[in-house]
C-alpha cells in the first residue's frame, strides 16, 4: 500500500501575497480560493496532484515558534524543481536570501525562510 500527501495548511498573514510569490517562485497556481474556518480566507496554490493551503484566520496571528524544537511544529517544506538555479533566482527576485546549499548524492539543493518564517528546502535531483 501506498499514500501521497495531498496537501499542507499553513496559517499566513495574507494568503493572496503567499500564493502570488509561490506562483512566480514554483510555478504552481491557484486551485481554489474562499471563506474558511471561523471567518478566515483560504487559497489553495500548487499543481495537479498537490497543493498547499494558506489559511488566514479573522483574528491577528501570533509569532511562529522556533523550528526544531517544539512537539508537532513544522521545520521546512520541501520542494522538488527541475531548475535548482533558476529557481534560486526567483527566489531572490521575490526578496528572500537562499541559504545553506549543499551538492549531494542524488542531487542539490538550497534553504530560504518566507517573509511569514516558513522555512522551504529546494531539491533537484540528477
Known sequence: MSAILEHANLAVADPNQTAAWMEHVF????????PALNGGYTVHVGGKDSYLALYSPANELGEPQTRYAHKGALNHLAVVVEDLDATETAVR??????INHAD????RRFYFLDDQGV???VVQYD
Open 27 to 34: 510555478g504552481w497556481h491557484i486551485r481554489w480560493q474562499g
Open 93 to 98: 527576485d521575490q526578496g528572500f536570501e537562499p
Open 104 to 107: 549531494y548524492a542524488p542531487g
Open 119 to 121: 522555512e522551504y528546502e
